[in-house]
């Protein structure tokens, strides 16, 4: 192996790594605030590129009816929480309006958008339009009932939710994969080393997400009330911070990363409706580094891996999942020592 | 049968701060998450009640319909080739119910050992030329070497970690089949010769049936009479957190990773039984989806439930065939709808029903009531220890500090024999903290404790037990579902013998019997005679506190240490439970109790200590305590 | 410096501001506490007092919404509450400091305050945390310490402080002295006597019968999930049962 190659397979491993840092940091913003080991946000990564990489080819993109159906059966939810409580005309107003008439609105709008021939900035902004509300959307259905169960119990659901959202991908998005023509045609020489523009627009993109993410928790309030809701769910209620309302936004806010992750790939590689889940997957491995709590931890984290992926796939192609994955054990092995499980006693 | 979660959740508004969320280990039918959740509803108790019902009955009734069933005419043969797989599913999910509903380790990953049995199998069969009969033992030696190494990484995996950590080695196995020439790679290994006896090969599913379903018959009664027997009660004690087994000698690691490499055990003979039924084996079947399946079987059956495994492995693969027949003829060819359907279902079953299916069919049958055991002779006491001079218990400059805080500040005092010593002082003075340096849950930071003369610094629960101390807990740690007869036989757990085998071949019987005699004894000893067999989760707080206090006598300690064993109870009770305590003394048992009943401590004890913000302030008996001015301080504030 | 100007001291025997009715509160099938009733009138301090799981703490987390109510009424400002969510309690002006503070331990102690005023309007808040620093000065010096680094009595200040925030019509308050050395107790329950002279009403569950005796109008004795004694907390003080079980060793 020689030093461009050792170069080059460095530089592919942070570029696959920025993105598997986009997803860790999701992943952990999910548990931090609702304990759900969130599985499927993999799935949110694919519907992201096929979302964008279709409407970059002109066609309507199955998104639309996805977002439509899980608005739908959002508020089937919301509807028969207010009929065993009583009904609340101006909650289920607002519930009908975010679940029912934004997805609607969102079709009129891709109907319009799709073929009609725009740039890539319009694509970009529909597509994390169309698939932000999907993670409201499945926090209010599968989660959300069950909020206050074991952790356990929601990673259970949460494989559940990644096996019918794999599904409707399939019936959604059909079998073929598509790629999106790459965000900058750009490249740049760097000694021996091409760096490709979309590699730095995945660096700028990820670099700014982190640095909006740090913003919005360390500077408004609405961020401070998320992580008052990680650090303690009972003293969130306390003030007055509906933890429901706090899911949903984690939700949301991991969708739309999962979405720009989606977009980011969508001109790397080719995605199939079922690619989510082993590119999540990888995020979760730096999420687990990052003890499913530190951000920072889990970007770092995140580059190891896309490192090691890379250079594994060169060294040895075949067990390039086989080695990321044994990862994990060591890592959740010291994790469980360093943070070991204390039954309280006082 | 919900489990009054009051018993283990006694601190209501406990923060839920996830990086350090409790063991939640356990599968969700009976964790009650918290408070808020609403899974504190019951089973509803069915009206039409069919008569009672022995297991053995049931299982013979099963068998036998099993037997005839291939018999039959007119049953068509794919429903026949059906039932098959059904039982090749059920062993896997007989492995995951006791892995995950009655030992608290949810696997994502049984599929894998699936692959090590078919896989052993099919290789040595095509390439080597073996009998089929001749793989089984090395097949079962492949999945459990297996399970070996990967148990003793993942059973020490804490809480959630412990189901990712199956996740990703259910992962990485699954590609690691795919790639290995050995196995084939993506194309597997085809041509695996059929099972034959005396020359006639077993390829009619009508003959392989009997093979299947012996197999899943014999595993179950194994399985259940293992559940019913001193390993299956420490087996049982696992979900509910370790510190309550390892305080009776349980060895909570070494337990987990026999419930470990069981699971993995039946899942490989399922997989050696697969290669042979189909004659080829891929990848596909020993992925993670699988494994998945396998799991949502474990929890539709109802999780910790034997029966509920065959149910909820004959839903789920009837059902997959269901779907598979009828989706494609709705929604056209092409679109595989069934993970679709899996997926919702199992949303929506942790949503409506945790507990799984079976308890709903097992509520048809009236409750089921167990006999008192009968007396048997006695277990063997402890023998006299060689009483050195110095007192039974020696606490010396002990010392525990959390970070900057010191919890316990040297506190030096001793526990002479047959004396009762009372631990008193305000909340958070170090008490609680103090117990746990004794009873080895909790390391000494510096100073030395000494027990018969014996220096027990840093030693584990288990040791500790096995010297002769036992203890209770402040917040009860009982198993809830476990009847109180159970829960006390499992503080004997030292004092018997049997293990897994001779458990699962019943040979434990003679020394069964005198560990549930020896708990009888006990709990009518502290008069609880009339609630024996009833689940200790259904009795009062105060109650569970003296089940407590018979599970710590079932183990014949030197020393008892009780921690507020008088909170909840009611005068008449605490009155019953001094006296009980005294007659203990009287045969030379020695006890450290914390209590805040002053009443209770004061009328009873030989010998107080003080503890005050982790510093001891005072000692000696009860009438020089009531006196004292720094005592008197402590106890009412600066404010009086 | 009023924390709540809400309410006149002069109105305080009129107005009932929490009344509690017949509440009995479960863990599953294990009733904590059984056909309990209390009321709280404006301006006053209610307590209840009584041993280790008698069931104190539960009724006030039921009373706050954090666990249900299994039979009874709960009515706050004549409205029925006792169906609420925790949060819609906060809204309408009931506040619990919580026996374990719970504090939010990784975040600065400011940030902690300005949490406390999530429900209320900005410019509110603002005003609210400058009257907070008046009566915490120390809260004042340590606003950029975190608040999980902080002693024992300052984070019980910061809970209360946090209470605060949020403008509560009543306090709830769950052993306040627990774990404080006795000075620190003694700060504390001055400071309890000064939120009432500024017209907010407490509800102080507490061990510490003799402080809490002293401090309050009303007291209340549970044992064992239930209500056995209640009266003037002046009375009790000289009651024989009382002094008996939690005043004195004798």
């Known amino acids: 192996m020689d030093g461009t190659i050792l170069l080059f397979l460095l530089q592919d491993g942070i570029t696959n790594g920025a993105v598997y840092a986009l997803l860790g940091i999701a992943i952990v913003l999910i548990f931090a605030v609702t304990r759900v080991i969130f599985i499927p946000q993999g799935e949110l990564v694919a519907f992201g590129a096929l979302t964008y990489a279709l409407l970059e080819a002109g066609r309507l993109p199955g998104t639309v009816w996805l977002t439509l159906a899980f608005g739908a059966l959002a508020f089937a939810f919301d509807l028969a929480a207010s009929l065993s409580t009583g009904i609340d005309a101006r909650k289920l107003t607002r519930s009908a309006g975010l679940t029912l008439a934004l997805p609607a609105a969102l079709l009129a709008v891709t109907y319009g958008v799709a073929g009609a021939g725009f740039g890539p900035g319009v694509h970009i902004l529909l597509t994390l339009a169309l698939v932000t509300p999907l993670g409201p959307y499945i926090y209010r259905v599968a989660f959300q009932p069950i909020a206050s169960a074991s952790i356990l119990a929601l990673l259970i659901t949460a494989v559940g939710v990644h096996l019918a959202l794999v599904g409707l991908g399939l019936v959604f998005f059909g079998a073929e994969g598509v790629r999106a023509p790459s965000l900058s045609e750009l490249t740049l020489e760097l000694g021996p080393l091409l760096v490709s523009g979309q590699s730095l627009v995945i660096y700028a993109v990820t670099l700014l997400a982190i640095g909006a993410l740090w913003f919005f928790f360390e500077r408004t309030l609405w961020g401070k009330a998320l992580k008052a809701t990680a650090v303690n769910r009972l003293g969130a209620r306390l003030v007055g911070i509906r933890t429901t309302f706090a899911g949903a936004l984690a939700f949301g806010l991991a969708a739309l990363v999962g979405a720009l992750s989606g977009i980011l790939i969508a001109p790397v590689t080719t995605i199939y409706y079922d690619t989510g889940f082993l590119i999540g997957l990888k995020g979760f491995v730096a999420a687990i580094v990052g003890a499913l709590a530190s951000y920072p931890l889990t970007a770092v984290a995140a580059l190891a891996v896309g490192i090691v992926e890379a250079f594994s796939s060169f060294v040895a192609s075949d067990l390039k999942e086989v080695i990321v994955f044994m990862l994990i054990i060591p890592v959740l092995v010291w994790r469980s020592l360093t943070q070991p499980h204390v039954e309280e006693e006082d | 049968m919900t489990s009054p979660p009051a018993a283990t959740h006694a601190q209501p508004l406990r923060s839920e701060a996830p990086m350090t969320a409790r063991s939640e280990a356990a599968l969700p039918p009976t964790t009650a998450g918290g408070p808020q959740t609403e899974d504190q509803r ?297 993970a679709v359907v899996f997926g919702i279902l199992l949303v929506g079953l942790l949503q409506v029903a945790r507990e799984g299916v079976w308890p709903h069919i097992a509520a048809l049958w009236p409750a089921r009531g167990r006999p008192v055991p009968p007396d048997a002779p006695a277990l063997a006491r402890r023998g006299a220890s060689a009483a050195p001079s110095e007192k039974l218990l020696v606490l010396d400059g002990a010392v525990k500090k959390y970070g900057g805080l010191t919890a ?142 018979a599970r710590a006598l079932a183990l014949d300690p030197v020393l008892l240490l009780l921690d507020e064993p008088a909170a909840g109870l009611r005068h008449k009770e605490k009155e019953a439970l001094a006296a009980l305590l005294r007659s203990l003394r009287a045969q030379g048992m020695s006890v450290l109790l914390v209590e805040h009943d002053m009443g209770f401590v004061m009328g009873l004890t030989d010998h107080i200590v003080v503890l005050d913000f982790g510093t001891k302030i005072a000692e000696g008996p009860p009438a020089a305590i009531k006196t004292n001015p720094q005592v008197l301080e402590a106890y009412l504030g600066g404010v009086a | 410096m009023s924390v709540e100007p809400g309410i006149r001291p002069g109105a305080v025997e009129a107005t009932v501001l929490l009344d509690i009715a017949g509440a009995s509160i479960a863990y599953g ?94 410019a509110v808040a603002r005003d609210t945390l400058a009257e907070v620093y008046d009566r915490f000065p120390r809260l004042k010096e340590r606003r950029r310490q975190l608040a999980g680094t902080m002693s024992g009595g300052e984070r019980q200040m910061l809970a209360m402080g946090r209470a605060l925030m949020g403008r ?83």
């Open chain 2, 42 to 338: 019951s089973i509803p108790r069915g009206r039409l009640k069919l008569p009672p019902l022995e297991p053995c009955i049931a299982i013979a009734v099963f068998a036998a319909i099993m037997a005839v069933l291939p018999l039959v005419p007119g049953v068509p043969l794919f429903a026949i080739t059906l039932i098959g797989n059904i039982g090749l599913a059920a062993l896997v999910a007989l492995g995951l119910v006791l892995l995950t509903g009655v030992g608290g380790m949810t696997s994502f990953g049984q599929a894998a050992f699936c692959g090590f049995g078919a896989y052993t199998t099919a290789v040595l069969t095509t390439t080597y030329g073996w009998s089929p009969w001749a793989t089984l033992p090395v097949a079962l030696l492949v999945a459990g070497s297996a399970a070996v190494v990967l148990g003793l990484l993942t059973v020490r995996l804490s809480g959630h970690f412990l189901p990712l950590g199956t996740l990703a080695w259910g992962i990485s196995l699954y590609y690691l089949f795919g790639t290995l020439d050995i196995l084939g790679r993506h194309d597997g290994i085809s041509g695996i010769p059929p099972f034959s006896i005396a020359g006639h090969d077993l390829t009619d599913p009508r003959t392989v049936h009997y093979l299947i379903w012996g197999l899943v018959i014999g595993a179950a009664i194994l399985t259940m009479h293992l559940l019913d027997s001193r390993v299956g009660r420490a087996i049982r004690a696992l979900r509910r957190g370790q510190l309550a087994g390892e305080s009776f000698g349980i060895d909570a690691a070494r337990m987990k990773l026999v419930v470990f490499v069981y699971a993995a055990l039946l899942a490989g003979l399922s997989g050696w039984l697969y290669a042979h039924v189909t004659r080829t084996v891929t990848q596909t079947p020993f992925g993670i989806n699988a494994g998945i399946e396998y799991l949502f079987m474990a929890v539709l059956g109802g999780a910790g439930q034997i029966f509920g495994a065959v149910v909820g492995a004959g839903l789920v693969t009837v059902l997959k065939e269901a779907l598979q027949r009828v989706l494609p003829q709705v929604f056209g060819h092409g679109v595989q709808l069934e």
């Open chain 2, 408 to 549: 316990v500040n040297a506190v030096s005092f001793a526990v002479g024999r047959g004396e009762i010593v009372a631990l008193i002082g305000p909340n958070g003075a170090g008490k609680s903290t103090t117990f746990n340096l004794i009873t080895g849950v909790t390391r000494l930071t510096t100073g030395a404790v000494r027990f018969e003369g014996m220096d027990i610094t840093g030693a584990p629960p288990q040791e500790i037990a096995r010297l002769g101390i036992a203890r209770t807990f402040q917040h009860v740690k009982l198993n809830p579902e476990m009847s109180v007869l159970e829960n006390v036989a499992l503080g004997a757990h030292l004092r018997g013998h049997a293990g897994v085998l001779a458990s699962m071949l019943r040979l434990d019987r003679r020394d069964e019997a005198r560990l549930l005699g020896e708990a009888r004894r006990q709990i009518e000893r502290v008069g609880l005679a009339e609630h024996m067999l009833k689940p200790a989760g259904s009795l009062a707080l105060g109650q569970q506190r003296v089940v407590e206090i």
């Open chain 3, 29 to 122: 099938k294990v009733r904590a506490v059984e056909g309990a009733s209390l009321r709280v009138g404006a301006g006053e301090i209610v307590t209840v007092i009584g041993a280790n799981g008698a069931g104190k703490s539960t009724l006030l987390n039921a009373t706050m919404g954090a666990l249900p109510l299994a039979a009874g009424t709960m009515t706050f400002l004549g409205r029925d509450v006792g169906r609420l969510a925790v949060e819609e309690r906060v809204a309408l002006g009931l506040s619990l400091v919580p026996e374990r503070r719970e504090l939010f331990s990784t975040m600065s102690v400011e940030d902690n305050l300005v949490l406390g005023g999530f429900r209320v309007a900005r």
């Open chain 3, 168 to 250: 509560p019509k009543l306090l709830m308050l769950d052993e306040p002295s627990l774990g404080l050395a006795p000075r620190i107790v003694a700060d504390i329950f001055r400071i309890i006597a000064d939120l009432r002279a500024s017209g907010v009403s407490i509800l102080l569950v507490e061990q510490n019968a003799r402080a809490a005796l002293a401090a309050a109008d009303v007291a209340h004795v549970m044992e064992l999930g239930t209500v056995t004694l209640s009266g003037p907390a002046a009375v009790l003080a000289r009651d024989e049962r009382v002094i008996e079980s939690y005043l004195g060793f004798h």
